[in-house]
C-alpha cells in the first residue's frame, strides 16, 4: 500500500469520535493524509484534521469528559429539530476558527444531502463550518440548515462514506472508515475503577436529556420492553445509512477498510471520548495486522 493515502470517514454520532484514534495510529504507521472526506461526525474530525486543528479538538473532545457535555446543548421548539447547535459550533470557534475549504492545506469535502431538492450535496468550496453544520443535522436531533433553495440534513441519509466524493490524488491509496459495522464489539480493556467513574459523572446528565426529549415529545418514553419514538427514529435511520453506505461500497472498493462497531457505544455518548480514541486505534491497528501494513 502506498504511505500517501486519501481517507474517508463515516458519519455515525459520538462513535464517529474513533476517527480521530484512527488518524493518530496511522500517521504512526508512517502514513500520510493527501485528502480527506466525510460525512456527519466524519466531516468534523476530518475538517479539525484538514485544519491542522486535530490535536486542539482532540483534547477538547476528552475534556467533555469529565465537564459539561449537555451545558453545550442548545434545545429548541423547533418542529423540525431538538437542538440548534450553535453553543458547540461557537466553542470550537475558540481553538479552531473558519475557514474556506478550497484554502485548507488538503482537500477536503463533507456531503450533506438536499432533502428539499431531493440531492445530495458535496462541500468542496465556502465555508467550513457551514459544510460541517449542514453535514452534522441529523435528522430528528439538529435543526436542518436552511439555504436560499433548500433544507440540508445529514449527509449519511443518502452518502455515510462518501467514498465516491473524496479528491483521489495521484499514486494514493484509498482508506475508509466505518463505524457503524455490524461486527462484534472489539475495544482495549479499562480498569472497573475507570469504567465505573465516567458513568457516573455521566449518568446523571444522560437521564435529564432523556427526560427533557419526554417532556417535548411524550411519544418519546420508553421502556424496556417497547422502543419509544426516538429510539426508533434514530434506528431507522442508522439501519439506513449502514445499508446504502453497503451497497455504494460495492463499486467503490478501498485498498482498506477499517471497522468499528455500530453497537460499541450510543449516538450521544461523547462523554466517552477517551475510550473511542483508544478504540479507533485499536481498530485501525488490527486492520492493518491483518494486510501486513504495519511498520511500528
Known amino acids: 500500500m502506498n504511505k500517501k493515502i486519501s481517507l474517508v470517514l463515516s458519519g455515525g454520532g459520538a462513535r464517529g469520535i474513533a476517527h480521530i484514534g484512527v488518524i493518530y495510529e496511522l500517521e504512526r ?3 500520510e493524509i493527501v485528502s480527506i472526506a466525510g460525512t456527519s461526525m466524519g466531516s468534523l474530525v476530518a475538517g479539525a484534521y484538514a485544519m491542522g486543528k486535530l490535536n486542539e479538538f482532540k483534547e477538547w473532545m476528552i475534556s467533555l469528559d469529565k465537564m459539561k457535555v ?14 440548534k447547535g450553535d453553543k458547540v459550533f461557537n466553542r470550537m470557534k475558540d481553538f479552531m476558527p473558519d475557514a474556506n475549504i478550497e484554502d485548507l492545506p488538503i482537500p477536503y469535502c463533507a456531503v450533506a ?15 467550513l463550518y457551514e459544510a460541517i453544520r449542514a453535514s452534522v443535522s441529523v435528522p430528528t436531533v439538529f435543526t436542518p440548515v436552511k439555504t436560499k433553495e433548500g ?23 484509498l482508506i475508509a472508515v466505518d463505524v457503524n459495522a455490524n461486527i462484534p464489539v472489539d475495544k482495549p480493556k479499562i480498569s472497573k475503577k475507570e469504567k465505573e467513574e465516567n458513568h457516573s459523572v455521566y449518568q446523571k446528565k444522560l ?18 420492553e417497547t422502543m419509544g419514538y426516538f429510539d426508533v427514529i434514530n434506528r431507522t435511520i442508522n439501519l439506513m445509512t449502514h445499508n446504502t453506505a453497503l451497497l455504494l461500497l460495492k463499486h467503490h472498493e478501498p485498498e482498506l477498510m477499517i471497522e468499528i462497531s455500530g453497537q460499541v457505544c450510543g449516538i450521544f455518548d461523547f462523554y466517552r471520548a477517551a475510550e473511542l480514541i483508544e478504540i479507533g486505534k485499536h481498530a485501525t491497528l488490527k486492520s492493518l495486522k491483518s494486510r501486513d501494513f504495519v511498520v511500528n
Open 29 to 31: 504507521q508512517g502514513f
Open 70 to 83: 449537555f451545558k453545550l446543548v442548545d434545545f429548541t421548539l423547533s418542529r423540525q429539530g431538538l437542538i
Open 113 to 127: 444531502v438536499d432533502i428539499k431538492n431531493n440531492k445530495e450535496v458535496v462541500f468542496t468550496s465556502g465555508s
Open 151 to 173: 433544507l440540508l440534513v445529514d449527509g449519511g441519509v443518502m452518502n455515510n462514506i462518501p467514498i465516491n466524493r473524496v479528491k483521489h490524488i495521484e499514486g494514493s491509496s
Open 207 to 224: 437521564n435529564e436529556f432523556y427526560a427533557h426529549i419526554q417532556k417535548m415529545n411524550p411519544l418519546s418514553a420508553s421502556t424496556e
